[in-house]
């Protein structure tokens, strides 16, 4: 059975600093990425990650501000998040896929049930 399971979200202050964790289990991935969606709005690119080769893309948005990045060992991608602003609200879910570096959710076929992230002004 394939899992992916995210932690680390919260409520923080504008300014301040989260790291999310997105553990898998039952597979592995070409490639795993974080998204995010706020209330009615549509789900959005965050982040993705190429699991083999370390390749990296992010949204303009958080570009100089997240970091995600991955441990072999535990099978576990993480997302630094700092600098955080009022609009980085929302769910945000880990998914992974066969793909090398997508960045369209519709690319996903797996995904986790998503953290809350809540940031203050």
């Known amino acids: 059975q394939v899992r992916l399971v995210e932690s680390g979200g919260g409520l923080v202050q504008a300014g301040a600093s989260l790291r999310l964790s997105c553990a898998a289990s039952?597979?592995?991935?070409?490639?795993m990425g974080w998204f995010r969606q706020a209330p009615g709005k549509e789900r959005e690119f965050v982040a993705v990650?190429?699991?083999?080769?370390?390749?990296?893309s992010y949204a303009d948005s958080v570009k100089g501000r997240f970091t995600i990045s991955r441990d072999n060992a535990k099978n576990t991608m993480y997302l630094q998040m700092s600098s955080l602003k009022p609009e980085d609200t929302g769910v945000y879910y880990c998914?992974?896929?066969?793909?090398?570096?997508?960045?369209?959710?519709?690319?996903?076929?797996?995904w986790g049930q998503g953290t809350q992230v809540t940031v203050s002004s």
């Open positions: 990650l190429n699991w083999s080769r370390g390749s990296t």
């Open positions: 039952g597979r592995t991935f070409n490639a």
């Open positions: 998914a992974g896929s066969a793909l090398l570096l997508p960045i369209s959710p519709t690319a996903y076929g797996y």
